[in-house]
């Protein structure tokens, strides 16, 4: 998010569940990060406290291990807001059970309306996310 905040214009919210992390990154961040345990937020009231529209651009869901990944996946979904695009890391390099939480995020964001449209996205050879799109995007060129 710094990279985003910085030469993108990003605005938005993130979350740390470690507070001495979580300082750090608010030291250089305009978007204070929300020290906070992202599986158990309540996604609906942060986003409305933050007056974030009812569809927002991007969301990363990147947390260790990656059932806690999944679970937060769940909660944001749960919030009601949608999403433009949606990146969901399940590093299945790393453990192949992973793979359920990857198969699990497929099945429960399709249902919900969203298109894969990267599948295993690499870090070298390191297999590492999905990329998501909300069905209803409407691309222009």
């Not at 993130?14 to 996604?43: H, M, P, S, W």
């Not at 919900?112 to 999905?130: F, M, P, T, W």
């Amino acid at each position: 998010t710094y990279l985003l905040e910085t030469k993108f214009g990003f605005t938005g919210c993130g979350f740390e569940i470690d507070e001495i992390q979580a300082k750090e990154f608010n030291k250089v961040r305009l978007n204070k990060t929300i020290i906070a345990d992202a599986t158990k937020v309540d996604y609906r009231e942060v986003f409305q406290s933050k007056g974030l529209p009812s569809v927002i651009d991007y969301l990363q869901v990147d947390i260790e291990p990656t059932k806690n990944t999944f679970s937060a996946l769940i909660q944001v979904i749960k919030s009601g807001y949608k999403f433009n695009v949606i990146t969901f890391e399940h590093d299945v390099y790393s453990n192949l059970f992973n793979y359920v939480y990857k198969i699990s995020a497929f099945i429960f964001l399709k249902a919900k309306g969203y298109k894969l449209v990267a599948s295993n996205v690499r870090n070298g050879k390191l297999s590492q996310e999905d990329w998501y799109v909300n069905k209803q995007l409407k691309f222009t060129l």
